[in-house]
């Protein structure tokens, strides 16, 4: 994925296009809706909102059912649903039209820190601090197949499925967190998503995962760490291929566009940033933020990217005039990609 490193046009002074303010707490998550004209969000202060792209205004009122708090939302590959995880260890399942939960499914004991819906959208995997994966059929609200249990863990923070649903890759950690856990008890597992059996672990040096991508081809994943680093990873051998270190903080999400030539990325260091996949190199000097940027999401088009950051707003950002200004637009073009967006994994670790 990654070739020698070429200089792209320097873009300062990048500014958001829209800014959604309402929240009372960090915007944990951030997903776009489908008819390019709304975006939804969640937050530690226990809501969902739908917000105007254009007015930047909330439609409607705030999504709740009780007090906990919501840590990560995923969209339904239909665009009508949208399955959340929440502090009191509760999956949820909302409706789009009704702006209601639909579904409630339990069975982690602690926090649900992601989400990922399957590419039919019959199923969802969630990934608890509880140290276990659960897959649920969405039609019924079953647990199906056997929960992975992390083997001496206690908590997964990242869970994506494979493009043909066969795996399920898994970040985190293994074990009680303290200062003196080794750098390979943070490995990336991948299991069978049917036997829950361990298929590979991948050695990810020296720090927690905290975010999963897969490409569509199912050849290559990405994932996102506390050590700053994005790393991407060989499928077919199960070894990493490139190294991108950008950040200077904790990438805490990260998302892949639409035509799989774009990789956006979420930090505690209060950027957000595009990269370009073709060379593995950074597109633009990054999006400044006031706090840590918790999640990011591309638009239907790849045109626009939203992101939720811990000064409780989220915001938008026009990645068309972004790339074109570096002089890359022929990363908006989509002739020959092999690469599409699987899942947009938001999430935002708490101290």
Not at 78 to 93: F, Y
Not at 135 to 146: K, Y
Not at 320 to 327: K, W
Request: with cysteine; charged share 25%; glycine share 8%.
């Amino acid at each position: 994925m990654a070739s020698p490193p070429t200089k792209t046009k320097d873009t300062s002074m990048i500014t958001p296009r829209q800014k959604f303010e309402g929240h009372t707490d960090f915007v944990g998550g951030v997903i776009h809706l489908p008819d390019g004209q709304r975006i939804i969000t969640c937050s530690d202060d226990g809501s969902l909102r739908v917000w105007n792209l254009k007015s930047g205004k909330q439609i409607g009122e705030d999504w709740r059912d009780g007090e906990s708090e919501v840590w990560t939302i995923a969209l339904s590959p239909d665009g009508k649903k949208v399955v959340s995880g929440s502090d009191d260890g509760a999956v949820r399942l909302w409706d789009v039209d009704t702006c209601k939960v639909i579904a409630k499914w339990t069975g982690h004991t602690i926090r649900v820190m992601s989400v990922c819906w399957s590419r039919n959208g019959q199923r969802v995997v969630s990934g608890s601090s509880d140290g276990t994966v659960k897959q649920w059929d969405v039609e019924s609200g079953e647990t199906i197949f056997e929960p992975i249990r992390i083997e001496t863990g206690r908590e997964v923070w990242a869970v994506t499925y494979s493009p043909d649903m066969t795996l399920i890759a898994t970040g985190g950690y293994d074990g009680p967190w303290n200062m003196s856990i080794k750098p390979d008890e943070f490995p990336i597992k991948i299991w069978d998503a049917k036997t829950s059996k361990l298929v590979a672990t991948l050695k990810h040096p020296e720090a927690p995962v905290y975010a999963l991508a897969w490409t569509k081809d199912g050849k290559t994943l990405i994932s996102g760490s506390s050590n700053n680093s994005i790393r991407t990873w060989d499928t077919t051998k199960w070894e990493q291929t490139a190294l991108l270190d950008e950040h200077t903080e904790c990438v805490f999400a990260i998302a892949i566009s639409p035509n799989g030539r774009i990789l956006a990325s979420a930090s505690y260091d209060n950027t957000a940033r595009l990269w370009n996949l073709d060379n593995g190199q950074p597109i633009s000097s990054p999006f400044e933020h006031a706090n840590e940027v918790t999640s990011v999401s591309f638009s239907a088009d790849g045109k626009q990217l939203a992101t939720g950051c811990c000064d409780k707003n989220a915001y938008m950002w026009d990645v068309a005039a972004i790339v074109r200004e570096a002089g890359l637009d022929d990363l908006l073009s989509d002739p020959k990609a092999n690469m599409t967006l699987l899942h947009v994994r938001d999430i935002f670790v708490g101290w």
